[in-house]
């Protein structure tokens, strides 16, 4: 979604502080993909916070995106001077408590600006075909080379793609990854007539069951 909105995706590893492998994970993250950047910090600690100075300097915006409980608002605290309270984390299910509630552009102590949002359960991709193609370019390069072109990359003859997995180029997790962005932005950008033929669909299928429950409920009756 970065890449479609032509903002430069970084990840930001927060509470590095509670693990003795923060590279590990910083090198996992950067690992996604050539355009990702990522830093482990420990949002606490000023010093540690002040590796996003590059990101928000004059001229620069940058936009907090994650879940609740993640350290967004320490963060924003940190970058901006500001003292807005923050919450702890559920011990019950390990979930953040919402301490924003709306979206937020505060000017940040080396001259940037930032947006601070409100802490999400799930972000859906919408109209990131682009996006994704741009992400997993050289999946989209190799499966040009496939010998069909509605090659699923699941054992079909002359899958490109499978044989870069196979000689050890292309590691099996990528490709699930793509293939699962593809399906979820189909998903979320089904046009009006796919969505009307889904809901029929549903409506047969409730339909018939319960047809079939009925006849059921008569031959226990008998």
């Known amino acids: 979604m970065c890449s479609a909105g032509g903002a430069l ?7 590095a502080d509670l693990t003795p492998d923060a590279d590990g994970f910083r090198r996992r993250a950067e690992h996604l993909s050539p355009l990702v950047s990522a830093v482990t910090l420990n949002a606490c600690d000023t010093e540690d916070v002040a590796q996003l100075h590059p990101w928000c300097t004059a001229g620069q915006t940058m936009a907090l995106v994650g879940s609740s409980g993640v350290g967004k608002t320490t963060l924003q605290n940190a970058l901006t001077g500001t003292q807005q309270l923050t919450q702890s984390i559920r011990e019950a299910d390990a979930k953040g408590r919402h301490t924003t509630t709306a979206r937020s552009l505060r000017r940040t102590l080396v001259g940037g600006w930032l947006i601070d949002t409100p802490g999400m359960r799930e972000l859906r991709l919408s ?15 190799l499966a040009q ?14 899958c490109a793609v ?61």
């Open 127 to 141: 109209q990131a075909r682009e996006g994704i193609d741009a992400v997993f370019a050289d999946l989209a390069l």
């Open 162 to 222: 499978q044989a870069a997995i196979e000689d050890g180029s292309l590691e099996q997790a990528r490709l699930q990854r793509w293939q699962k962005l593809q399906r979820e932005d189909a998903y979320f950008n089904r046009s009006a007539a796919e969505l009307r033929a889904e809901k029929r669909s549903w409506k047969k299928r409730t339909k018939a069951s319960r047809a079939q429950t009925k006849t059921k409920n008569n031959s226990w009756g008998d």
């Open 9 to 15: 995706p970084l990840v930001v590893l927060t509470k």
């Open 145 to 158: 080379q496939c010998q069909f072109n509605d090659c699923q990359h699941a054992g079909e003859p002359g």
